[in-house]
Structure formats: structure tokens, C-alpha cells
């Protein structure tokens, strides 16, 4: 399954979900193959649950024509060779990357993927870090077979007019053929057709259609009653014959709208009851099969949350397709945590960083739960060199979408120089964690970083999240003395963290950190038991630690 959706009724797409040869490129099984399922984390299979390098993955496919192979996740650097020969390169493990070959003969080919999770000198992003970095084709993979001029991507951006719903359809058609050729296009929406004015799509180049429509009798995509519909566009080359090709895309009729220091989704104030949720599990990795997703997501709504945050990379699209349908608000965030201004530096970090935001974006675009996209957690927003990097992020983000606010959580409390980039403020703080025993809840948020803010920064007035907040627990250390990592401790700081957020009027809202327990690099074995980021409401495997009741009373009194 590579979507929560079928994307396609007349292009032929072939999910290669199954098993693959895999065999690794060093190490003691480095001269034996092995059956490894597709999508997965390496680190599933006992031999490799703590291999960091490089392994070969190989499926045999028989197919003909243009051939378009999409890999929604590889982690974390991809070479792609087709009949031994490479056609893709792909650096990030989160973000969907294709290629095209054109036309292949009628024969089995060869497909083969070097995969790479080691923390080389070329990886900027992907380093030691307090989540893990996992090995593998850790999300779907699938090909499609094309005509020349075909369907790139199709984007919805939904509006009010004169209190009337209107919506911009982007549609980007690449002609890989040796001939220009005239494109027609129709898109329609539960029944209704819209039809764009043609144009020549020329040889090799990509053409972008782009017009508004009016959409009448539409119902609101809200979050309590979140309709979705889908919007199918149709690629024709000669007029009312058949359509060559097409891309089926689901949207939502809404608009997140900042009014002050409030956040509106449609007219509905929004305050945020959220989980950060590392995408990490105690058997599967990174690699969250479809159904432990929704598993998740139950435990969530249990505990009253409304929202995600993807910390910190962006996530699987099956995901999100789940939060739409279940209309679950998303902080989707481009891959970067806690990295210091040398880090900004590294000669690939810009590149990196660039090819994770537009590829996040330009695939998650029609997402209607994602409410806002964050970049750079906790890295150097209080030097010169760190601002004018998130100035160069943010101005990517709006060059690539205006419909969304956009945002970057801060550690850098009373010394942060970029609280005027971003459309919402919003903090990491964890009071009754990393400081000693706050005195009140005035402490507990954190209300002099908030006070701060409003008084000497270009945050003032502006909407307030605390990102994170939340406190560590190892599963089954209970104790009378309520010491720190039992779960009688991270019980009851979460109880004082979350009440003192949630009554803060001024506030718009909390992400607990977080959601799982999660693995973290070796390289942090010093600061976390069990190689492990212990704030888990739940631990690796989603056994309730005595802060789930805790959060689930809590979020559901406000
Ligand atoms: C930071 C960081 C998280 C996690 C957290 C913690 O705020 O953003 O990724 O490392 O601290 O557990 O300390």
C-alpha cells in the first residue's frame, strides 16, 4: 500500500511491496544474500540490528515503455542502478524522490538500490543524533509505466471568495518525449468536470497549468467532521478522445488563518493538544507498518490529543493520509535537529536541507491536516551565520507555498535573533526535567522566555506553541520515592507542565515530547538509558506508562 488512497485508475502502477535480496556490503554477512521484506529497517532482522553501512537491495521486474520508479523512503542515501547501469542519486531518508527511464524493452529487468545509513563526511543531516538513524527501504516502492507527456503533480490550494469556496489547481505535465505535443487537461471533483485551456507541452521541458475555479456546494473540511474529496485529472493529447494519463489527488475545503496572536482553522480557534511522535517502534523501526500507524493514532484520540508534530523530519504519506482522514492537525517539519552553526556550515548542509523542503511540499502539499511547516529544531537561531539560514528556509517555504503558516521551535531562550521570520513562536522548554524543581506554574511554562518574547523580540503578538514539553519514565520503574525516571515522576511534572499550558489563555497550545519512546544514536549512550529518549507517554512497544491517564485526563478537560 503506498497510499491511503488509489492515485491512479488509467496510468499502470506496480507496488513492489515483498521481499527483495538484500545483502550487505560488509560485516561478517557481507558474502551471503538474504530475504529482506520491502518496506522495512534492516535493524528488523537479528544480524543487522546494529549495522551501520551499506547494503544492496535487488528485485527482479518485468516490464516496457517509459518506466517512472518512485521510492517513498530510502534511509538514508540511495544509488539506483537499472540493468546495472545508475540512473538516481537520493540523500535523506524521509522525503519521496522518482526516476524516469525511457523506453524499456519488453524484458525482466534488473533493479537494484545501494543503501547507505552510515554517517559519512557528505551527510549533513543525518548524523549522531537523539533519535536513530535506521538502514534500509524503510517505505514503498513502486513503478509506473508512462506515456511521453504525463501527469508530474497536481496541487489544490483551497480559498473563500466572497464567502464562496474557490481553489487554484496547479498541474505540472513533463513531456520526456522527442516531440512537442499538444496537452489537454480536465479535472473534476465529485462529478463536477472543470476543463483547462490546452497547451503545447514542449519535448523535454515541463509545462504548469494553473487556473481557479469556483466550487459550489462543497462541505468544509473541519476537524471534527474532516471531508475529504478526490480530485481527478485526466491528461488528454487529442481533444475528446480517450485520456492518455492521470493523477487522482484527495483534498479538503479549509483555510488556516492567523488573526493576531490566535490560530484559526476555518473559523474555529484552534488550540493545540499534540503529541510529538518520532517515526520509531521496538520491532519495526522507522519502517510503521499501516496497521501500528492507526494503532498510534487510537492510542492519540484516546488521550485527547488533536495534533501531531512530525519531529523532525517529515513523514510517511500513508501517515498522513490517516491524519486527514481522522482530522488530526500536523506540524510537518524538513529534517534537522539540534545542530550548532558548524554544523549549519557543512559544505552539503544548505543542498540538504533545500532538496528536504521542496521535496517535502511539493508531495505533501494537499495534505488538508497539515496546518503549518517547521524547519531547523534547536539549532543555531541565536548566531548571524544560523539566521541567515533560517531566512533562507523560510523564504524557500514561501516560495513554494502561501497557504500555510510556517514555524521553528527554539531552545535558545532570551538570546534568539530570528523570532521575527517565522508566522508562529514556538519554544521547547522542559521545567521539572533539565532544570531543578520550578518553584510555581509561573516556572512551568516557562513565563518569563514567554514574557521575554512579548517585551524584547519581533515575536510579540504573534501565535505561542510550546513545542515541547514533557519528562522521561522508564517503562515499569515505579517507586514510593517518585524518583527521577520512574514513572511516578514523569506522571506527575507532566501533570504541572500540562495544566500550567493549557490554562495559559495567551498560549496556543502544547506538544507533549513525546508520543514513544525511541531509539537514539549509540554515539548518546552517555545521556539516555538504554540508548534509548525515555520521555515516552508510551514506550517503545506502546505499553502505557502511568503518564498515559495522566495526559488522557488532562487533555480531555480542556
Ligand atoms: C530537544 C529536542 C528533542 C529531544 C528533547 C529531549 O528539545 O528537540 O529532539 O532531544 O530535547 O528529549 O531532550
Redesign the pocket.
Known amino acids: 500500500m503506498i497510499r491511503g488512497f488509489m492515485m491512479h485508475e488509467i496510468r499502470k502502477e506496480v507496488e513492489l511491496d515483498g521481499l527483495w535480496v538484500f545483502q550487505p556490503c560488509e560485516g561478517e554477512g557481507k558474502d551471503k544474500t538474504y530475504k529482506m521484506s520491502v518496506p522495512s529497517c534492516w535493524e528488523s532482522h537479528p544480524e543487522f540490528i546494529n549495522y551501520r553501512g551499506k547494503g544492496y537491495y535487488k528485485k527482479e521486474i518485468q516490464a516496457k515503455g517509459n518506466i517512472r520508479l518512485v521510492f517513498k523512503g530510502v534511509s538514508h542515501t540511495a544509488k539506483v542502478f537499472w540493468n546495472g547501469e545508475i540512473v538516481a542519486n537520493h540523500y535523506n531518508a524521509y522525503t519521496p524522490f522518482e526516476v524516469v527511464i525511457r523506453g524499456a524493452e519488453d524484458q525482466k529487468h534488473e533493479l537494484m538500490v545501494e543503501v547507505d545509513n552510515s554517517f559519512t563526511a557528505e551527510s549533513s543531516l543525518h548524523i549522531p543524533?537523539?533519535?536513530h538513524t535506521y538502514g534500509g527501504i524503510i517505505r514503498p516502492v513502486a513503478f509506473q509505466v508512462i506515456p511521453d507527456a504525463y501527469i508530474q503533480y497536481v496541487h489544490f490550494t483551497p480559498f473563500k471568495k466572497n464567502n464562496q469556496w474557490h481553489g487554484k489547481i496547479e498541474v505540472a505535465v513533463e513531456n520526456i518525449g522527442e516531440k512537442d505535443q499538444l496537452v489537454y487537461l480536465k479535472t473534476c471533483i465529485s462529478e463536477m468536470e472543470y476543463e483547462f485551456k490546452e497547451k503545447i507541452a514542449i519535448a523535454g521541458e515541463t509545462v504548469l497549468f494553473s487556473e481557479e475555479f469556483e466550487f459550489k456546494d462543497v462541505k468544509n473540511y473541519e476537524l471534527e467532521d474532516p471531508v475529504l474529496y478526490l480530485l481527478k485529472t485526466n491528461l488528454y493529447i487529442e481533444k475528446d478522445t480517450k485520456p492518455v494519463d492521470d493523477l487522482i489527488e484527495r483534498i479538503g475545503f479549509r483555510e488556516i488563518k492567523i488573526r493576531g496572536k490566535d490560530l484559526y482553522f476555518n473559523d474555529t480557534k484552534v488550540k493545540i493538544k499534540g503529541f510529538?511522535r518520532h517515526e520509531d517502534h521496538g520491532h519495526f523501526g522507522s519502517s510503521i507498518p499501516y496497521q501500528a500507524m492507526m494503532a498510534d493514532l487510537h492510542q492519540i484520540l484516546d488521550m485527547g490529543g488533536n495534533a501531531i508534530r512530525t519531529?523532525?523530519y517529515p513523514n510517511d504519506e500513508r501517515f498522513l493520509d490517516l491524519c486527514d482522514e481522522l482530522g488530526i492537525l500536523v506540524w510537518e517539519e524538513s529534517h534537522a535537529?539540534?545542530l550548532s552553526e558548524e554544523q549549519m556550515r557543512h559544505k552539503n548542509f544548505d543542498q540538504q536541507s533545500e532538496d528536504s523542503i521542496r521535496e517535502m511540499i511539493m508531495n505533501h502539499y494537499n495534505h488538508p491536516s497539515i496546518f503549518v511547516w517547521g524547519i531547523l529544531?534547536?539549532c543555531a537561531s541565536y548566531t548571524r551565520y544560523g539566521r541567515e539560514c533560517y531566512e533562507k528556509q523560510f523564504k524557500q517555504i514561501k516560495s513554494l507555498d502561501q497557504s500555510r503558516p510556517t514555524t521553528f521551535?527554539s531552545?535558545h531562550y532570551h538570546r534568539d535573533i530570528c523570532l521575527d521570520l517565522p508566522d508562529i513562536v514556538s519554544f521547547?522548554i522542559?521545567p521539572g526535567?533539565?532544570e531543578q524543581e520550578p518553584k510555581g506554574s509561573e516556572e512551568f511554562t516557562n513565563n518569563e522566555v514567554y514574557s521575554w518574547v512579548q517585551r524584547a523580540t519581533e515575536g510579540k503578538g504573534k501565535p505561542y506553541i510550546i513545542s515541547?514539553i514533557?519528562a522521561?519514565a522508564i517503562y515499569g520503574y515505579r517507586t514510593m520515592r517518585k524518583s527521577k525516571w520512574s514513572e511516578e515522576w514523569q506522571a506527575e511534572t507532566l501533570e504541572r507542565q500540562l495544566e500550567a499550558v493549557l490554562s495559559h489563555e495567551e498560549m496556543t497550545g502544547v506538544f507533549v515530547?513525546?508520543y514513544c519512546d525511541c531509539r537514539v544514536s549509540d554515539e548518546w549512550f552517555y545521556a539516555r538509558p538504554r540508548t534509548m529518549?525515555n520521555?515516552g507517554v508510551v514506550d517503545e512497544f506502546r505499553r502505557p506508562k502511568m503518564a498515559y491517564e495522566v495526559v488522557k485526563r488532562i487533555f480531555h478537560s480542556y
Open positions: 543524533n537523539d533519535y510529538n519531529a523532525h535537529r539540534g529544531n534547536e521551535a531552545c521547547n522542559y526535567w533539565y515541547e514533557g522521561g515530547w513525546q529518549n520521555k
